[in-house]
């Protein structure tokens, strides 16, 4: 039976899931606060993340099967119930067993209201999260990292003019990630779209409240000047690539903890909403693909009403540990990993520190998990 599906968010994991579960048959509506174009902020895994979040929303305009995905742009959601509840005799019941109940619901800022078989909470980490709320029945506060990062583009073609960062780009070639790392702060350098343009980030801790960048959204705007002050310890040559820097972020790496569990009733999280992931493992962007491909992998074509439930539970024991273990993992440096235990085993109690981070998130087969298991029920 085809499900109606809302997907709060129309960030890289929202429209992955929403492209995912249409793939499979069921109806999808996206919500996201935005107004025009959905180039929310500037992200590349040797990819442009402009380019990445531009095909999906190619693909999700495009017909799949017949059907459409409805994408509602300008439509923030105030607030998401993983079961409709109701007033009764002056209390709030919980309708479990009514057929209300069996309904996932968001509300809009204009007053209206979406009422789906499924919430897919894929509003990201940058503000309060609705979704987490709906799960954990109060706001989960966002943490200051202590870490804020600029994000920045240089055309390969200017690299290519200065006979200092023409050196550079000698050195460190065009394919693959190049970390410069002192004491305290990184630089990070890899090329993306054909190799015509550098994508750069640079982690550090701000000294002071003027050099903390904002952490309300990707749009941050920071200075050449900054940038350049901020790795002044580095070597030359990188110093000259930061004096080319265009498109200049600067963002505070603003985390949150994990809820205790990605799905309650009708309600499943996914992406940073389930699991805020700072840069330092690379795979923010990767783990909410993987969260949307396991539920379109749990939520078959042929699903009955009945199944949903079960089938949510499977979905969050493919995902819960695997993707909040590279969330802990990836909350400082590759380096003092082991420090991160301890805060893991909160969450995952068994959990054991990954030898190779690399290894742990590529061996990652979430389609083919969520095949066995829904292939597994009697
Ligand atoms: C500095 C940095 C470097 C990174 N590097 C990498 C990397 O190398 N590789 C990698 O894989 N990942 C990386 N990431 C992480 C990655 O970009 C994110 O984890 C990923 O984009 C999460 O996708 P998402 O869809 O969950 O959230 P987002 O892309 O943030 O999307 C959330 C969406 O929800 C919408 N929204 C929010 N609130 C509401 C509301 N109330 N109503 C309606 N809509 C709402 C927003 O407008 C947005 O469109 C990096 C992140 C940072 C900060």
């Known amino acids: 039976m085809p499900l109606n599906v809302i997907v709060v968010g129309a960030g890289l994991g929202g429209l992955g899931a929403a492209i995912a579960l249409s793939r499979q048959g069921h109806n999808i509506t996206i919500t996201d606060d935005h107004r025009k174009n959905l180039n929310v902020y500037d992200e590349w895994v040797l990819t442009h993340r402009v380019d990445l979040h531009n095909a999906l929303r190619s693909i999700a305009a495009k017909d799949i099967d017949g059907r459409k995905i409805d994408v509602r742009l300008s439509s923030p959601v105030i607030s998401v119930v993983s079961r409709v509840r109701s007033i009764f005799s002056g209390t709030v019941t919980d309708q479990v067993g009514s057929k209300d109940a069996e309904k996932g619901e968001v509300m809009l800022g204009d007053g209206s209201k979406y009422v789906g078989d499924l919430v897919v909470g894929a509003d990201g980490v940058h503000r309060q999260s609705h979704s987490v709320r709906a799960i954990m ?196 440096n590759d380096e003092r990993r082991a420090e991160m235990l301890h805060e893991l085993h909160r969450y995952v109690p068994s959990a054991e520190l990954p030898k190779d981070m690399f290894a742990f998130a590529w061996i990652s087969d979430p389609v083919r998990e969520a095949a066995q298991l829904v292939a597994s029920e009697s």
């Not at 040559?237 to 009708?266: I, Q, Y």
């Not at 540990?321 to 802990?328: F, L, P």
Request: charged share 20%.
């Open 137 to 332: 029945g109060e706001n989960r506060a966002i943490i200051n990292t202590g870490q804020s990062c600029f994000r920045f583009l240089i055309p390969v073609e200017k690299m290519r003019d200065n006979p200092l960062t023409q050196s550079l780009l000698e050195r460190i070639g065009l394919n693959g990630v190049h970390v410069f790392t002192t004491l305290d702060r990184r630089l990070i350098v890899y090329p993306c779209r054909d190799k015509r343009l550098l994508n750069c980030a640079g982690i550090y801790p701000p000294s002071s409240a003027e050099e903390i960048g904002g952490d309300a959204s990707w749009h941050n705007a920071g200075s050449v000047s900054q940038l350049v002050n901020t790795f002044r310890g580095f070597g030359e040559d990188l110093l000259e690539m930061c004096g080319m820097a265009e498109d200049v972020k600067l963002w505070s790496l603003a985390s949150r903890d994990p809820a205790p569990t990605f799905v309650k009733g009708k309600l499943a999280l996914i992406g940073d909403a389930a699991h805020p992931m700072l840069p330092h493992q690379g795979q923010g962007a990767a783990q909410a693909f993987e969260d949307a491909a396991a539920l379109a992998g749990v939520l078959t074509t042929n699903i009955t009403p009945e199944q949903l439930s079960h089938r949510l539970d499977m979905y969050n024991k493919i995902r819960y540990s695997h993707a909040v273990t590279v969330m802990m993992m990836s909350r400082t």
